[in-house]
């Protein structure tokens, strides 16, 4: 535990290095792309005096200087499967970006979508000495929560405390230098398979690039994808990423739960694959020129040429109704959208004030997906678009690009985590020399 | 599943070349660094020859040797201003230069000190005129008075110095005699003598300080007017208006004593205080 909340601190360290220096790259490592948009830090909002998040959600101190997209290899289910290729497909998008940005960059900040996070909810309780909480007492109530026994080889991602409570009355949101007793805390835990992350890591690593952030992908998107009001009264971030959807439940503005389905766009296209005995990037352009999840009289006569790929184009051409191309593809979204529910089911998403669900990743762009995700999860379900980042390309604004956004985001104002506070170590020298300048004070 | 067509990807080595070539030190480097390292290791790895760097070295000579000997630069004569030809036959002989000569080889200043070190010379003035004169403008001291030493006689002009000796006081009898220690020193004073002196100055040899305080004014027939130290010249002038008006210095009187203002005395010779005592003797005999 001591060793993670290091590694967090250098990590934050690093973060600080790379924002006075002023450039930092975004590396969204998914199963089906890996994006790579380069930051610099010289926005007007840059050295605000003040705290909390500036104007237009605290972006306005960036912009995107470089982007670059590359088809990912070696990456399946959001984690790296092959080093070699998922080192070339980083170093490809690396490079191209730093290009475009005539700009070398050193430090990054990524995110990942599987790993299997798995969700924790902390509370922790301590009595105020002083009677008024400060900074040191926040780290002493954070310090304070007992762990879960999360596993071996697991390892924490986000340590968020989520809301505190100062004896009856719950909801803070910043308790420091109010009075009371009696200081509690809930704090949302996410960890996630140590083998996986590290894995990444050492990708990055051999890309001569050093790590300023990690980030769950499924966080990322919900900040990017949800507005501010499904921040607040509570919403659902499902990203329909390649090989992983992931989601996220939040709640005034923190993120609550999360999770990720091992399922995902990839495997729509691999039945596909094998449904109508096409070659995987036939299928994948089938998918995205003619896919869809609802099936209309109208397709039963629109014909998809597939082609053989035999060679004899005169004979062998083979055509598909796109009715049983939706046919093929709709059990398998259905399959997955019902994962989703199953996982917001147990997460409690029912409780929740709002129950709004944002759909939002490359997977979502599945015409008739609304329709379909409103049968299964719910009523509230809209499709969502990252929020527009100054200086990103066009190309990088639609909805497969959110969990990117959002990292932009995210390097720009991260929410504090358990190892910004300080550790609070019982120093007794330093409690004596009080006691006895207090004793100084009150005797003379 | 197909195998997946190899993507293009660069290299592990041309993405750190990359990396590299963004780096703005490295850039900056490169573009001047690198030129300048080659610039300096050609000429460094050709100077590291003796021989060339004697090549060098004699020719850069040679070109300033040209450059100096040029008929611009050169300085073909001496002319002298301002001095008499005993003084410019001096000069020649302490400046001895060999012309033609260029004029980056005459040290001006040095040959300035060197003639303005002739006692001769008040104030020399060097500079190369166009033409390639070198022209030495010469104030030369005149000499005021005759100063006499105990080891012969010296021209000194008026601020003291000592122009040169004098073999001879007939040869410069138009000049006022000086003497005594400290009268070079004084000298505005004991011309000043001469000035007032007026009728007697025909009789006057000298004036002489005495104790580098006072003067003396040494006249003819061994007379001598003794002056004291404050305000001389009005002693010397009631001296004259007595002389003028009783005959004073005419007659048998050895020493004028004027040094006590209140007292003036004077001292006879010994004729004259026989005849006084002659002439005084019967009418008022010593009491005693």
Request: charged residues 25%.
């Amino acid at each position: 535990m001591k060793d993670l909340y290091q590694a967090q601190r250098a990590m934050r360290n690093m973060r600080q290095a790379a924002m006075q220096r002023g450039v930092i790259a975004i590396l969204d490592v998914g199963s089906s792309k890996i994006a790579c948009l380069v930051l610099r830090f010289d926005g007007p909002e840059q050295f605000r005096d003040s705290d909390g998040v500036g104007s237009m959600a605290g972006q306005s101190q960036f912009r995107v200087i470089g982007a670059a997209t590359t088809r990912s290899r070696g990456v399946r289910f959001g984690e790296v499967a092959a080093m070699q290729e998922t080192e070339r497909a980083i170093r490809t998008a690396v490079q191209a970006a730093q290009k475009m940005a005539n700009v070398r960059v050193d430090h990054v900040i990524a995110c990942l979508a599987g790993a299997r996070p798995r969700s924790y909810g902390l509370d922790g309780q301590v009595a105020l000495d002083g009677g008024i909480v400060t900074e040191a007492d926040i780290g002493r109530v954070l310090a304070a929560c007992d762990l879960p026994d999360y596993g071996e080889g697991r390892e924490v991602l986000h340590a968020q405390p989520v809301n505190f409570a100062l004896d009856h009355r719950s909801g803070l949101g910043d308790p420091r230098g109010q009075a009371g007793n009696m200081l509690t805390t809930d704090m949302h835990l996410l960890t996630v398979d140590h083998a996986a992350v590290g894995n990444l890591l050492h990708c990055i690593k051999r890309c001569d690039l050093e790590l300023a952030g990690l980030a769950s992908s499924a966080y990322v998107a919900g900040i990017s994808s949800l507005v501010e009001d499904e921040q607040e009264l509570g919403a659902a971030c499902i990203d329909m990423g390649g090989g992983a959807t992931g989601l996220s439940i939040f709640m005034r503005k923190h993120m609550i739960y999360a999770d990720s389905v091992r399922m995902g766009g990839d495997h729509v296209t691999s039945d596909i694959h094998m449904g109508l005995q096409v070659p995987m990037a036939v299928a994948e352009r089938i998918k995205t020129f003619y896919g869809g999840v609802v099936a209309t009289g109208m397709d039963d006569r629109e014909r998809i040429e597939i082609g053989g790929d035999s060679g004899d184009w005169e004979r062998d051409r083979r055509t598909v109704s796109r009715a049983e191309l939706i046919g093929i593809m709709r059990p398998r979204v259905e399959e997955i959208l019902e994962e989703v529910r199953a996982r917001l089911d147990a997460a409690g998403f029912d409780h929740l004030p709002s129950q709004q669900i944002v759909l939002t990743g490359g997977g979502s762009q599945i015409p008739g997906l609304d329709g379909l995700a409103s049968k299964i999860l719910g009523h509230q379900v809209r499709l969502g678009r990252p929020l527009r980042v100054q200086g990103l390309p066009q190309a990088a604004t639609g909805p497969a690009f959110s969990a990117a956004v959002g990292l932009t985001l995210f390097a720009a104002h991260p929410q504090d985590e358990w190892w910004d506070f300080e550790i609070p170590a019982e120093r007794y020298p330093a409690r004596s020399l009080r006691r006895a300048v207090k004793w100084f004070k009150d005797n003379w | 599943m197909q195998p997946l067509k190899r993507d293009p990807a660069p290299s592990r080595w041309h993405y750190r070349y990359q990396r590299l070539m963004l780096t703005p030190a490295f850039r900056k480097l490169l573009r001047v660094g690198l030129p300048l390292a080659l610039v300096a290791g050609v000429a460094g790895g050709w100077l590291a020859r003796a021989d060339n760097r004697a090549l060098v070295t004699e020719s850069w000579q040679n070109l300033v040797w040209e450059l100096q000997h040029r008929d611009e630069f050169m300085v073909d004569a001496m002319a002298i201003d301002g001095a008499d030809d005993a003084l410019s036959a001096d000069i020649r002989d302490v400046l001895p230069v060999d012309f033609p000569v260029s004029s980056f080889e005459l040290d001006l200043v040095e040959m300035r000190d060197t003639v303005a070190a002739i006692p001769a010379v008040a104030e020399a003035v060097l500079r190369v005129k166009p033409g390639g004169i070198l022209q030495v403008t010469i104030t030369q001291r005149q000499p005021v008075a005759v100063f006499r030493t105990a080891s012969g006689l010296r021209l000194i002009d008026a601020e003291g110095v000592i122009i040169g000796p004098l073999a001879a006081r007939a040869d410069r009898a138009d000049l006022p005699l000086v003497t005594g220690d400290g009268a070079r020193d004084e000298l505005a004073e004991g011309l000043a003598l001469y000035d007032v002196a007026g009728p007697i100055l025909p009789r006057m040899r000298a004036v002489m300080r005495m104790g580098e305080r006072r003067w003396d004014v040494v006249l003819d027939r061994g007379q001598r007017i003794l002056l004291p130290t404050e305000n001389p010249i009005e002693a010397f002038e009631r001296v004259i208006a007595l002389s003028e008006a009783k005959d004073l210095l005419d007659r048998d009187v050895s020493v004028v004593d004027m040094r006590n203002a209140a007292r003036p005395t004077i001292r006879l010779n010994e004729p004259a205080v026989a005849e006084l005592r002659r002439i005084s003797g019967p009418a008022e005999e010593p009491d005693e």
